[in-house]
Protein backbone atom coordinates (compact mmCIF):
# COMPACT_ATOMS: atom_id res chain seq x y z
CA UNK A 1 0.00 0.00 0.00
CA UNK A 2 3.08 2.04 0.45
CA UNK A 3 2.44 3.38 -3.06
CA UNK A 4 -1.05 4.37 -3.21
CA UNK A 5 -0.37 6.19 -0.27
CA UNK A 6 0.78 9.91 -0.49
CA UNK A 7 2.27 12.49 1.57
CA UNK A 8 1.27 11.51 5.23
CA UNK A 9 1.61 13.44 8.29
CA UNK A 10 1.49 13.32 11.74
CA UNK A 11 -1.99 14.48 13.25
CA UNK A 12 -2.68 12.74 16.48
CA UNK A 13 -1.04 10.42 19.13
CA UNK A 14 -4.05 9.13 20.53
CA UNK A 15 -4.13 6.92 23.77
CA UNK A 16 -3.35 4.01 21.69
CA UNK A 17 -2.57 4.60 18.13
CA UNK A 18 -0.46 7.04 15.78
CA UNK A 19 -2.61 9.09 13.70
CA UNK A 20 -1.62 10.15 10.14
CA UNK A 21 -3.26 11.79 7.75
CA UNK A 22 -2.53 11.56 3.78
CA UNK A 23 -3.81 10.54 0.49
CA UNK A 24 -5.17 7.10 -0.60
CA UNK A 25 -7.81 5.92 -3.53
CA UNK A 26 -7.72 9.92 -4.67
CA UNK A 27 -9.45 10.61 -1.00
CA UNK A 28 -8.46 12.26 2.06
CA UNK A 29 -7.52 9.50 4.86
CA UNK A 30 -6.21 9.07 7.85
CA UNK A 31 -4.24 5.88 8.75
CA UNK A 32 -4.59 4.67 12.45
CA UNK A 33 -1.68 3.18 13.49
CA UNK A 34 -1.55 1.19 16.78
CA UNK A 35 1.58 0.99 18.77
CA UNK A 36 3.55 -1.51 20.27
CA UNK A 37 3.52 -0.75 23.74
CA UNK A 38 7.28 -1.16 25.16
CA UNK A 39 5.76 -1.29 28.59
CA UNK A 40 3.63 -5.02 28.14
CA UNK A 41 4.97 -8.04 27.43
CA UNK A 42 5.36 -9.10 23.56
CA UNK A 43 2.53 -11.48 24.19
CA UNK A 44 0.13 -9.45 25.77
CA UNK A 45 0.91 -6.57 23.17
CA UNK A 46 0.26 -8.29 19.71
CA UNK A 47 -2.86 -10.06 21.18
CA UNK A 48 -4.60 -6.86 21.80
CA UNK A 49 -3.22 -4.73 18.90
CA UNK A 50 -5.01 -7.67 16.65
CA UNK A 51 -8.18 -8.31 18.65
CA UNK A 52 -8.86 -4.24 18.85
CA UNK A 53 -7.98 -3.64 15.03
CA UNK A 54 -9.97 -6.71 13.68
CA UNK A 55 -12.65 -5.35 16.20
CA UNK A 56 -12.57 -2.13 15.09
CA UNK A 57 -12.67 -2.80 11.82
CA UNK A 58 -16.33 -5.02 12.25
CA UNK A 59 -18.03 -2.58 13.81
CA UNK A 60 -17.49 0.46 11.90
CA UNK A 61 -18.75 -1.67 8.97
CA UNK A 62 -21.87 -2.97 11.55
CA UNK A 63 -22.05 0.77 12.19
CA UNK A 64 -21.99 1.55 8.74
CA UNK A 65 -24.41 -0.98 7.61
CA UNK A 66 -26.82 0.41 10.52
CA UNK A 67 -26.73 4.34 9.23
CA UNK A 68 -24.71 5.42 12.50
CA UNK A 69 -22.09 8.10 11.29
CA UNK A 70 -18.54 6.61 11.43
CA UNK A 71 -15.43 7.10 9.28
CA UNK A 72 -15.67 4.73 5.97
CA UNK A 73 -13.41 1.79 6.21
CA UNK A 74 -10.88 1.32 3.36
CA UNK A 75 -8.67 -0.68 4.33
CA UNK A 76 -7.66 -3.12 7.16
CA UNK A 77 -3.89 -5.17 8.29
CA UNK A 78 -4.72 -6.70 11.42
CA UNK A 79 -0.91 -8.21 11.37
CA UNK A 80 0.31 -4.29 11.55
CA UNK A 81 -2.33 -3.12 13.34
CA UNK A 82 -2.72 -0.82 10.51
CA UNK A 83 -6.68 0.74 9.46
CA UNK A 84 -7.01 3.34 6.71
CA UNK A 85 -10.53 5.21 7.50
CA UNK A 86 -11.96 8.27 5.55
CA UNK A 87 -10.72 11.76 7.23
CA UNK A 88 -13.19 13.17 8.69
CA UNK A 89 -13.36 17.17 8.78
CA UNK A 90 -14.47 18.85 12.09
CA UNK A 91 -13.69 19.54 15.62
CA UNK A 92 -13.35 16.98 18.61
CA UNK A 93 -16.52 17.43 20.49
CA UNK A 94 -14.33 18.03 23.64
CA UNK A 95 -13.47 21.18 21.65
CA UNK A 96 -16.56 22.29 20.65
CA UNK A 97 -17.68 22.16 24.40
CA UNK A 98 -14.52 23.71 25.93
CA UNK A 99 -14.66 26.30 23.65
CA UNK A 100 -18.11 27.31 24.41
CA UNK A 101 -20.09 26.93 21.89
CA UNK A 102 -23.20 25.06 23.88
CA UNK A 103 -25.83 24.87 21.34
CA UNK A 104 -23.53 23.25 18.71
CA UNK A 105 -22.43 21.13 21.29
CA UNK A 106 -25.62 19.89 22.81
CA UNK A 107 -26.90 18.67 19.34
CA UNK A 108 -23.83 17.64 18.98
CA UNK A 109 -24.98 15.42 22.42
CA UNK A 110 -28.31 14.28 21.01
CA UNK A 111 -27.22 12.96 18.04
CA UNK A 112 -24.20 11.10 20.04
CA UNK A 113 -27.32 9.78 21.95
CA UNK A 114 -29.26 9.07 19.23
CA UNK A 115 -26.33 6.95 17.71
CA UNK A 116 -25.27 5.04 21.24
CA UNK A 117 -29.03 4.02 21.19
CA UNK A 118 -29.26 2.57 17.57
CA UNK A 119 -25.99 1.11 18.19
CA UNK A 120 -27.05 -0.58 21.52
CA UNK A 121 -30.47 -1.42 19.62
CA UNK A 122 -28.05 -4.02 17.20
CA UNK A 123 -25.92 -5.42 19.54
CA UNK A 124 -23.04 -3.03 19.57
CA UNK A 125 -21.47 -1.18 22.86
CA UNK A 126 -18.95 1.44 22.07
CA UNK A 127 -16.41 0.90 24.91
CA UNK A 128 -14.98 4.03 25.23
CA UNK A 129 -18.16 6.47 24.46
CA UNK A 130 -16.31 10.24 25.45
CA UNK A 131 -16.71 13.58 23.89
CA UNK A 132 -13.07 13.07 22.57
CA UNK A 133 -14.25 10.13 20.31
CA UNK A 134 -16.85 12.12 18.28
CA UNK A 135 -16.05 14.62 15.33
CA UNK A 136 -18.51 17.72 14.62
CA UNK A 137 -18.37 18.38 11.37
CA UNK A 138 -18.73 21.94 10.02
CA UNK A 139 -22.32 21.52 9.45
CA UNK A 140 -22.38 20.40 12.92
CA UNK A 141 -23.31 16.55 12.00
CA UNK A 142 -21.81 14.00 14.83
CA UNK A 143 -19.54 10.86 14.12
CA UNK A 144 -18.31 8.58 16.46
CA UNK A 145 -14.92 6.90 16.39
CA UNK A 146 -12.38 4.83 17.73
CA UNK A 147 -14.07 1.55 18.32
CA UNK A 148 -10.41 -0.45 19.72
CA UNK A 149 -12.94 -1.68 22.93
CA UNK A 150 -15.94 -1.95 21.62
CA UNK A 151 -18.13 -5.51 21.84
CA UNK A 152 -20.79 -7.18 20.16
CA UNK A 153 -22.91 -7.63 23.24
CA UNK A 154 -26.83 -6.99 24.12
CA UNK A 155 -26.42 -7.32 27.73
CA UNK A 156 -28.26 -4.21 29.75
CA UNK A 157 -25.09 -3.86 31.78
CA UNK A 158 -22.62 -3.37 28.99
CA UNK A 159 -25.06 -1.22 27.18
CA UNK A 160 -24.84 0.59 31.02
CA UNK A 161 -21.50 0.98 30.98
CA UNK A 162 -21.39 2.70 28.07
CA UNK A 163 -23.76 5.23 29.83
CA UNK A 164 -22.06 5.13 32.86
CA UNK A 165 -18.25 5.73 31.11
CA UNK A 166 -20.07 8.70 28.72
CA UNK A 167 -21.50 10.56 32.13
CA UNK A 168 -18.71 10.28 33.98
CA UNK A 169 -16.83 11.89 31.13
CA UNK A 170 -19.41 14.64 30.94
CA UNK A 171 -18.44 15.04 34.94
CA UNK A 172 -14.60 15.08 34.75
CA UNK A 173 -14.13 16.64 31.63
CA UNK A 174 -16.83 19.56 31.12
CA UNK A 175 -18.35 19.94 34.67
CA UNK A 176 -19.95 23.28 34.63
CA UNK A 177 -22.29 21.98 31.87
CA UNK A 178 -22.95 18.55 32.96
CA UNK A 179 -26.24 18.39 33.72
CA UNK A 180 -27.34 20.59 30.66
CA UNK A 181 -25.44 18.38 28.48
CA UNK A 182 -26.07 15.09 29.86
CA UNK A 183 -30.10 15.93 29.44
CA UNK A 184 -28.66 16.48 25.65
CA UNK A 185 -27.37 13.21 25.48
CA UNK A 186 -29.98 11.49 26.94
CA UNK A 187 -32.58 12.81 24.98
CA UNK A 188 -31.39 11.79 22.35
CA UNK A 189 -30.51 7.78 23.60
CA UNK A 190 -34.05 7.85 24.74
CA UNK A 191 -35.91 8.78 21.73
CA UNK A 192 -33.83 6.00 19.52
CA UNK A 193 -33.74 3.54 22.35
CA UNK A 194 -37.55 4.03 23.90
CA UNK A 195 -38.89 1.43 27.00
CA UNK A 196 -35.18 0.15 27.49
CA UNK A 197 -33.45 3.70 27.87
CA UNK A 198 -34.90 3.70 31.34
CA UNK A 199 -33.71 0.82 32.57
CA UNK A 200 -30.50 1.13 30.89
CA UNK A 201 -29.46 4.19 33.01
CA UNK A 202 -30.64 2.97 36.25
CA UNK A 203 -27.93 0.10 36.16
CA UNK A 204 -25.76 2.67 34.49
CA UNK A 205 -26.33 4.60 38.37
CA UNK A 206 -25.71 1.24 40.17
CA UNK A 207 -22.54 0.73 38.30
CA UNK A 208 -21.24 3.64 39.21
CA UNK A 209 -21.42 2.75 42.76
CA UNK A 210 -19.79 0.18 42.34
CA UNK A 211 -16.03 0.91 41.92
CA UNK A 212 -16.37 3.64 44.70
CA UNK A 213 -14.42 2.89 48.28
CA UNK A 214 -17.05 0.05 48.86
CA UNK A 215 -15.41 -1.04 52.21
CA UNK A 216 -17.85 -4.49 53.02
CA UNK A 217 -16.23 -6.37 49.84
CA UNK A 218 -13.08 -6.08 51.36
CA UNK A 219 -14.17 -7.52 54.70
CA UNK A 220 -16.25 -9.84 52.94
CA UNK A 221 -13.05 -11.85 51.46
CA UNK A 222 -11.45 -12.13 54.38
CA UNK B 1 2.40 26.68 61.90
CA UNK B 2 2.25 23.37 63.26
CA UNK B 3 -0.48 20.47 62.28
CA UNK B 4 -0.91 17.13 63.79
CA UNK B 5 -2.67 15.14 61.65
CA UNK B 6 -4.74 11.56 62.30
CA UNK B 7 -5.15 8.47 59.87
CA UNK B 8 -7.30 5.78 61.02
CA UNK B 9 -8.96 4.43 58.16
CA UNK B 10 -8.06 1.12 57.49
CA UNK B 11 -5.25 -1.15 59.37
CA UNK B 12 -2.63 1.49 60.16
CA UNK B 13 -2.64 4.48 62.96
CA UNK B 14 -0.25 6.79 61.97
CA UNK B 15 0.05 10.40 63.76
CA UNK B 16 2.24 12.65 61.91
CA UNK B 17 3.37 16.25 62.98
CA UNK B 18 4.58 19.24 59.83
CA UNK B 19 5.60 22.26 59.54
CA UNK B 20 4.93 25.44 57.37
CA UNK B 21 8.90 25.30 57.44
CA UNK B 22 11.55 23.31 56.85
CA UNK B 23 12.28 20.59 58.40
CA UNK B 24 8.36 20.13 57.32
CA UNK B 25 8.15 16.51 58.79
CA UNK B 26 8.85 16.54 62.46
CA UNK B 27 7.20 13.37 63.37
CA UNK B 28 5.97 10.63 61.85
CA UNK B 29 4.34 7.91 64.08
CA UNK B 30 3.18 4.18 63.21
CA UNK B 31 1.02 1.37 64.67
CA UNK B 32 0.13 -1.54 61.88
CA UNK B 33 -2.57 -3.69 62.97
CA UNK B 34 -1.83 -7.05 61.77
CA UNK B 35 -4.59 -9.80 61.52
CA UNK B 36 -4.24 -12.63 62.76
CA UNK B 37 -5.73 -14.17 59.74
CA UNK B 38 -6.94 -13.46 56.50
CA UNK B 39 -7.86 -9.96 55.68
CA UNK B 40 -8.54 -7.29 58.08
CA UNK B 41 -11.70 -7.22 60.45
CA UNK B 42 -12.58 -4.01 61.65
CA UNK B 43 -13.77 -4.75 64.84
CA UNK B 44 -10.49 -6.26 65.83
CA UNK B 45 -8.39 -3.25 64.20
CA UNK B 46 -10.26 -0.60 66.21
CA UNK B 47 -9.92 -2.61 69.45
CA UNK B 48 -6.00 -2.57 68.63
CA UNK B 49 -6.41 1.35 67.72
CA UNK B 50 -8.15 2.06 70.99
CA UNK B 51 -5.07 0.80 73.01
CA UNK B 52 -2.30 2.00 70.29
CA UNK B 53 -3.77 5.54 69.30
CA UNK B 54 -3.34 7.40 72.09
CA UNK B 55 0.47 5.56 73.21
CA UNK B 56 0.92 6.76 69.43
CA UNK B 57 0.17 10.93 70.11
CA UNK B 58 2.22 10.42 72.68
CA UNK B 59 4.92 9.03 71.48
CA UNK B 60 4.85 11.67 68.34
CA UNK B 61 4.61 14.85 70.72
CA UNK B 62 7.20 13.83 73.39
CA UNK B 63 9.40 12.36 69.91
CA UNK B 64 9.40 16.08 69.11
CA UNK B 65 9.87 17.81 71.92
CA UNK B 66 6.52 19.65 71.13
CA UNK B 67 3.33 20.21 73.64
CA UNK B 68 -0.13 20.27 72.60
CA UNK B 69 -0.50 23.52 73.14
CA UNK B 70 1.94 24.38 70.88
CA UNK B 71 0.17 22.29 67.77
CA UNK B 72 -1.60 24.69 65.79
CA UNK B 73 -4.79 22.19 64.67
CA UNK B 74 -6.00 18.83 64.72
CA UNK B 75 -6.42 17.24 61.17
CA UNK B 76 -7.97 14.22 61.21
CA UNK B 77 -9.40 11.41 58.35
CA UNK B 78 -13.36 11.26 58.54
CA UNK B 79 -13.17 9.14 55.75
CA UNK B 80 -13.22 7.21 53.34
CA UNK B 81 -12.42 4.38 55.46
CA UNK B 82 -14.16 1.39 57.52
CA UNK B 83 -16.42 3.05 60.38
CA UNK B 84 -15.01 1.19 63.45
CA UNK B 85 -11.29 2.18 62.80
CA UNK B 86 -12.37 6.18 61.07
CA UNK B 87 -14.32 6.35 64.89
CA UNK B 88 -11.37 5.47 66.82
CA UNK B 89 -9.04 8.47 65.33
CA UNK B 90 -12.29 11.04 64.76
CA UNK B 91 -13.11 10.55 68.79
CA UNK B 92 -9.33 11.16 69.66
CA UNK B 93 -9.00 14.16 67.32
CA UNK B 94 -12.37 15.86 68.54
CA UNK B 95 -11.05 14.99 72.24
CA UNK B 96 -7.90 17.17 71.45
CA UNK B 97 -8.94 19.79 69.70
CA UNK B 98 -11.62 20.19 72.36
CA UNK B 99 -9.61 20.02 75.02
CA UNK B 100 -6.91 22.17 74.10
CA UNK B 101 -8.85 25.10 72.30
CA UNK B 102 -7.74 24.04 68.93
CA UNK B 103 -9.42 23.85 65.29
CA UNK B 104 -10.40 20.63 64.23
CA UNK B 105 -9.44 20.05 60.74
CA UNK B 106 -11.23 17.02 58.22
CA UNK B 107 -9.37 15.57 55.89
CA UNK B 108 -10.66 13.08 53.13
CA UNK B 109 -8.10 9.72 53.13
CA UNK B 110 -7.91 9.90 49.00
CA UNK B 111 -7.04 13.50 48.92
CA UNK B 112 -4.32 13.38 51.54
CA UNK B 113 -2.49 10.49 49.73
CA UNK B 114 -2.49 12.55 46.12
CA UNK B 115 -1.07 15.84 48.62
CA UNK B 116 1.84 13.95 49.90
CA UNK B 117 2.15 12.86 46.26
CA UNK B 118 2.29 16.28 45.12
CA UNK B 119 4.58 17.97 47.71
CA UNK B 120 7.51 14.93 47.03
CA UNK B 121 6.91 15.18 43.28
CA UNK B 122 6.76 19.06 43.40
CA UNK B 123 3.91 18.49 40.41
CA UNK B 124 1.71 21.24 40.01
CA UNK B 125 -0.77 19.82 37.66
CA UNK B 126 -0.34 16.21 37.41
CA UNK B 127 -2.64 13.39 36.37
CA UNK B 128 -2.95 11.01 39.93
CA UNK B 129 -2.88 7.21 39.70
CA UNK B 130 -4.56 6.29 43.02
CA UNK B 131 -3.81 2.40 43.71
CA UNK B 132 -4.06 0.75 47.35
CA UNK B 133 -6.24 -1.71 48.90
CA UNK B 134 -9.51 0.05 48.50
CA UNK B 135 -9.08 2.42 45.84
CA UNK B 136 -7.94 2.12 42.29
CA UNK B 137 -8.71 5.71 40.28
CA UNK B 138 -7.16 7.95 37.62
CA UNK B 139 -7.63 11.69 39.07
CA UNK B 140 -6.67 14.89 38.21
CA UNK B 141 -7.70 18.72 39.18
CA UNK B 142 -10.34 20.00 37.44
CA UNK B 143 -12.43 23.46 38.12
CA UNK B 144 -11.75 23.34 41.89
CA UNK B 145 -11.58 19.63 42.64
CA UNK B 146 -10.50 16.75 41.87
CA UNK B 147 -12.24 14.62 39.35
CA UNK B 148 -12.60 10.80 38.85
CA UNK B 149 -11.20 10.02 35.20
CA UNK B 150 -10.88 6.48 35.67
CA UNK B 151 -11.74 3.33 38.09
CA UNK B 152 -12.03 0.35 38.49
CA UNK B 153 -15.66 -1.30 38.07
CA UNK B 154 -15.29 -3.74 40.28
CA UNK B 155 -12.30 -4.76 42.65
CA UNK B 156 -9.23 -2.49 43.66
CA UNK B 157 -6.10 -3.37 42.39
CA UNK B 158 -4.58 -3.91 46.12
CA UNK B 159 -7.46 -5.88 47.13
CA UNK B 160 -7.03 -7.91 43.69
CA UNK B 161 -2.98 -8.74 44.79
CA UNK B 162 -3.76 -9.94 48.12
CA UNK B 163 -7.02 -11.95 47.36
CA UNK B 164 -4.92 -13.61 44.54
CA UNK B 165 -2.26 -14.20 46.69
CA UNK B 166 -4.55 -15.55 49.44
CA UNK B 167 -6.91 -17.84 47.61
CA UNK B 168 -3.62 -19.24 45.99
CA UNK B 169 -1.91 -20.22 49.22
CA UNK B 170 0.94 -17.37 48.86
CA UNK B 171 0.30 -15.14 51.73
CA UNK B 172 0.31 -13.73 54.51
CA UNK B 173 2.37 -12.17 55.22
CA UNK B 174 1.40 -10.22 51.25
CA UNK B 175 4.77 -8.13 51.27
CA UNK B 176 7.46 -9.86 52.08
CA UNK B 177 10.95 -7.69 51.63
CA UNK B 178 9.01 -4.64 50.01
CA UNK B 179 7.59 -7.30 47.45
CA UNK B 180 4.08 -8.24 47.10
CA UNK B 181 3.42 -12.43 47.25
CA UNK B 182 2.27 -12.13 43.74
CA UNK B 183 5.18 -10.93 42.51
CA UNK B 184 7.22 -12.95 44.27
CA UNK B 185 5.56 -15.92 42.55
CA UNK B 186 5.46 -13.97 39.05
CA UNK B 187 9.44 -13.72 38.57
CA UNK B 188 9.34 -17.15 38.35
CA UNK B 189 6.73 -17.50 35.57
CA UNK B 190 7.97 -18.32 31.95
CA UNK B 191 4.53 -18.96 30.16
CA UNK B 192 1.97 -16.11 29.37
CA UNK B 193 -1.47 -17.84 29.62
CA UNK B 194 -3.50 -16.50 26.57
CA UNK B 195 -7.20 -17.57 28.66
CA UNK B 196 -6.81 -14.94 31.27
CA UNK B 197 -9.17 -11.92 30.43
CA UNK B 198 -8.03 -8.72 29.89
CA UNK B 199 -10.68 -6.20 30.65
CA UNK B 200 -10.36 -2.61 29.91
CA UNK B 201 -13.42 -0.41 29.38
CA UNK B 202 -13.14 3.33 28.42
CA UNK B 203 -11.18 4.70 31.32
CA UNK B 204 -11.83 1.76 33.42
CA UNK B 205 -10.08 -1.08 34.77
CA UNK B 206 -12.44 -4.30 35.90
CA UNK B 207 -10.19 -7.10 37.87
CA UNK B 208 -12.94 -9.43 39.26
CA UNK B 209 -13.28 -11.50 35.90
CA UNK B 210 -9.26 -11.97 36.11
CA UNK B 211 -9.55 -12.69 39.85
CA UNK B 212 -11.82 -15.28 38.86
CA UNK B 213 -10.20 -17.01 35.52
CA UNK B 214 -6.84 -17.26 37.49
CA UNK B 215 -8.26 -18.98 40.31
CA UNK B 216 -10.10 -21.28 37.79
CA UNK B 217 -6.66 -21.84 36.15
CA UNK B 218 -5.08 -22.60 39.40
CA UNK B 219 -7.45 -25.23 39.72
CA UNK B 220 -7.30 -26.92 36.59
CA UNK B 221 -3.75 -27.49 37.24
CA UNK B 222 -2.29 -24.24 35.04
CA UNK B 223 1.66 -24.09 37.05
CA UNK B 224 1.39 -21.46 39.47
CA UNK B 225 3.86 -19.15 38.58
CA UNK B 226 2.62 -18.66 34.84
CA UNK B 227 -0.65 -17.77 36.33
CA UNK B 228 0.99 -15.40 38.91
CA UNK B 229 3.31 -13.72 35.86
CA UNK B 230 0.44 -13.39 33.22
CA UNK B 231 -2.25 -12.20 35.97
CA UNK B 232 0.27 -9.23 37.30
CA UNK B 233 1.18 -8.64 33.69
CA UNK B 234 -2.71 -8.19 32.70
CA UNK B 235 -3.71 -6.33 35.58
CA UNK B 236 -0.80 -3.89 35.85
CA UNK B 237 -0.68 -2.97 32.08
CA UNK B 238 -4.48 -2.34 32.05
CA UNK B 239 -3.71 0.16 35.02
CA UNK B 240 -1.12 1.60 32.45
CA UNK B 241 -3.36 1.49 29.68
CA UNK B 242 -6.08 3.34 30.92
CA UNK B 243 -3.18 5.72 32.78
CA UNK B 244 -2.28 6.37 29.19
CA UNK B 245 -5.88 6.87 28.35
CA UNK B 246 -6.35 9.57 30.66
CA UNK B 247 -2.91 11.54 29.31
CA UNK B 248 -4.52 11.75 26.63
CA UNK B 249 -7.72 13.17 27.20
CA UNK B 250 -6.45 15.30 29.44
CA UNK B 251 -3.11 16.69 28.13
CA UNK B 252 -1.60 16.37 31.71
CA UNK B 253 2.09 16.30 31.43
CA UNK B 254 2.66 14.85 34.92
CA UNK B 255 2.21 11.29 35.85
CA UNK B 256 2.16 10.87 39.69
CA UNK B 257 1.60 7.53 41.26
CA UNK B 258 0.21 6.89 44.55
CA UNK B 259 -1.10 4.83 47.13
CA UNK B 260 0.26 1.41 49.06
CA UNK B 261 0.63 -0.25 44.90
CA UNK B 262 2.50 2.25 44.25
CA UNK B 263 5.38 0.83 45.90
CA UNK B 264 5.69 -2.14 43.46
CA UNK B 265 8.94 -1.81 41.28
CA UNK B 266 7.72 -3.77 38.58
CA UNK B 267 4.08 -1.48 38.44
CA UNK B 268 6.55 1.60 38.85
CA UNK B 269 8.96 0.28 35.51
CA UNK B 270 5.40 -0.26 33.73
CA UNK B 271 4.34 3.21 34.44
CA UNK B 272 7.74 5.04 33.99
CA UNK B 273 8.21 3.48 30.15
CA UNK B 274 4.85 4.82 29.47
CA UNK B 275 5.33 8.24 30.58
CA UNK B 276 8.62 8.25 28.69
CA UNK B 277 7.47 7.43 25.51
CA UNK B 278 4.60 10.06 26.02
CA UNK B 279 7.05 12.62 26.95
CA UNK B 280 5.50 12.87 30.43
CA UNK B 281 7.23 13.33 33.57
CA UNK B 282 6.82 10.57 36.34
CA UNK B 283 7.19 10.11 40.25
CA UNK B 284 5.94 7.45 41.52
CA UNK B 285 5.97 8.12 45.95
CA UNK B 286 8.32 6.21 47.53
CA UNK B 287 6.70 3.43 49.82
CA UNK B 288 7.55 5.13 53.08
CA UNK B 289 4.86 7.40 52.24
CA UNK B 290 2.51 5.26 49.71
CA UNK B 291 1.38 3.73 52.17
CA UNK B 292 -1.38 4.95 54.88
CA UNK B 293 0.43 7.36 57.15
CA UNK B 294 -0.11 10.09 59.29
CA UNK B 295 2.50 12.58 57.74
CA UNK B 296 0.03 13.02 54.97
CA UNK B 297 -3.28 14.15 56.71
CA UNK B 298 -1.02 16.55 58.73
CA UNK B 299 0.50 17.61 55.85
CA UNK B 300 -3.43 18.02 54.04
CA UNK B 301 -4.90 19.43 57.08
CA UNK B 302 -2.15 22.29 57.00
CA UNK B 303 -3.69 23.35 53.17
CA UNK B 304 -6.81 22.40 54.02
CA UNK B 305 -6.41 24.96 57.66
CA UNK B 306 -4.52 27.72 55.84
CA UNK B 307 -8.01 27.72 53.77
CA UNK B 308 -10.27 27.83 56.44
CA UNK B 309 -11.49 24.56 56.76
CA UNK B 310 -12.29 23.81 60.10
CA UNK B 311 -15.28 21.33 61.74
CA UNK B 312 -16.86 22.08 65.10
CA UNK B 313 -15.41 19.05 66.69
CA UNK B 314 -19.27 17.81 67.41
CA UNK B 315 -19.97 18.38 63.62
CA UNK B 316 -17.11 15.94 62.70
CA UNK B 317 -18.80 12.72 61.40
CA UNK B 318 -17.30 10.69 59.96
CA UNK B 319 -18.27 9.19 56.33
CA UNK B 320 -17.02 6.19 55.21
CA UNK B 321 -17.85 6.64 51.51
CA UNK B 322 -17.05 10.49 51.57
CA UNK B 323 -16.20 10.64 48.02
CA UNK B 324 -12.67 12.18 46.38
CA UNK B 325 -14.64 14.53 44.29
CA UNK B 326 -17.51 15.72 46.86
CA UNK B 327 -14.00 17.64 48.38
CA UNK B 328 -13.05 21.51 47.78
CA UNK B 329 -9.36 22.00 46.56
CA UNK B 330 -8.93 25.40 47.49
CA UNK B 331 -5.54 25.21 47.27
CA UNK B 332 -4.46 24.51 43.95
CA UNK B 333 -5.39 27.26 41.52
CA UNK B 334 -4.00 27.46 37.66
N1 LIG C 1 5.56 -3.78 47.20
C1 LIG C 1 4.27 -3.87 46.92
N2 LIG C 1 3.87 -4.33 45.71
C2 LIG C 1 2.55 -4.44 45.42
N3 LIG C 1 1.56 -4.10 46.26
C3 LIG C 1 1.90 -3.62 47.46
C4 LIG C 1 3.24 -3.47 47.85
N4 LIG C 1 3.27 -2.97 49.11
C5 LIG C 1 1.98 -2.79 49.46
N5 LIG C 1 1.15 -3.19 48.48
C6 LIG C 1 -0.31 -3.20 48.50
O1 LIG C 1 -0.81 -1.92 48.89
C7 LIG C 1 -2.07 -2.09 49.56
C8 LIG C 1 -2.07 -1.26 50.84
O2 LIG C 1 -1.97 0.09 50.51
P1 LIG C 1 -2.40 1.31 51.43
O3 LIG C 1 -1.81 1.14 52.76
O4 LIG C 1 -2.09 2.55 50.69
O5 LIG C 1 -3.91 1.19 51.31
P2 LIG C 1 -5.21 0.76 52.03
O6 LIG C 1 -5.28 1.24 53.41
O7 LIG C 1 -5.40 -0.68 51.77
O8 LIG C 1 -6.26 1.58 51.18
P3 LIG C 1 -6.54 3.15 51.22
O9 LIG C 1 -5.26 3.87 51.42
O10 LIG C 1 -7.13 3.45 49.89
O11 LIG C 1 -7.50 3.33 52.33
C9 LIG C 1 -2.25 -3.56 49.81
O12 LIG C 1 -3.19 -4.09 48.89
C10 LIG C 1 -0.86 -4.14 49.54
O13 LIG C 1 -0.89 -5.46 49.09
N1 LIG D 1 -11.60 9.47 10.59
C1 LIG D 1 -10.98 10.47 11.20
N2 LIG D 1 -10.97 11.70 10.61
C2 LIG D 1 -10.33 12.74 11.20
N3 LIG D 1 -9.67 12.66 12.36
C3 LIG D 1 -9.65 11.49 13.00
C4 LIG D 1 -10.29 10.34 12.47
N4 LIG D 1 -10.10 9.31 13.30
C5 LIG D 1 -9.37 9.79 14.33
N5 LIG D 1 -9.08 11.11 14.16
C6 LIG D 1 -8.28 11.96 15.08
O1 LIG D 1 -7.31 11.17 15.74
C7 LIG D 1 -7.50 11.17 17.15
C8 LIG D 1 -7.23 9.81 17.78
O2 LIG D 1 -8.03 8.83 17.17
P1 LIG D 1 -8.66 7.60 17.93
O3 LIG D 1 -9.29 6.69 16.94
O4 LIG D 1 -9.54 8.10 19.03
O5 LIG D 1 -7.36 6.90 18.51
P2 LIG D 1 -6.96 6.46 20.01
O6 LIG D 1 -7.76 5.24 20.29
O7 LIG D 1 -5.52 6.20 19.94
O8 LIG D 1 -7.30 7.60 20.90
C9 LIG D 1 -8.93 11.64 17.32
O9 LIG D 1 -9.10 12.26 18.55
C10 LIG D 1 -9.13 12.56 16.15
O10 LIG D 1 -8.60 13.84 16.44
Known amino acids: ?222 | MIVLGIESSAHTFGVGLVRDESPHIIADVRKKYVPSRGGIHPKEASQFFISEGPKAIKEALEGSGVSPMEVDAYAVTLGPGLGPCLRVGATLARGLAAYFEKPLVPVNHAVAHIEIGRYLSGFKDPLVVYLSGGNTMIVAYEEGRYRVFGETLDIALGNFLDTLAREMGLAPPYIVNGKHAIEVCADKGVKFLKELPYVVKGQDVSYSGLLTASLKAVKRGARKEDVCMTAREIAFSAIVEVAERGLAHTGKKELLLVGGVAASQTLRDKFRVMAAERGVEFYAVPPKYAVDNGVMIAFTGLLAFKHGIVVPPEKAYIRQRWRLDEVDIPWVSH
Open chain 1, 1 to 222: MGESLKNHSLIAVGAEAALYKGRFLNLDVVIKYRLRKPYRLNDLDLQLRIQRTILEAKVIRTLMRAGVKVPPLLYVHPEEGILVLKYIKGSLLRDVVHSGSIDVSCKGLNYVGKYAGRMHSIGVVHGDLTTSNVIITPDNMAYLIDFGLSKFSNRIEDMATDIHLFTRSLESAHYKWKDFLLKCFLRGYFNEKGDEAAKIVAVAKEIRMRGRYVEERRVKKA
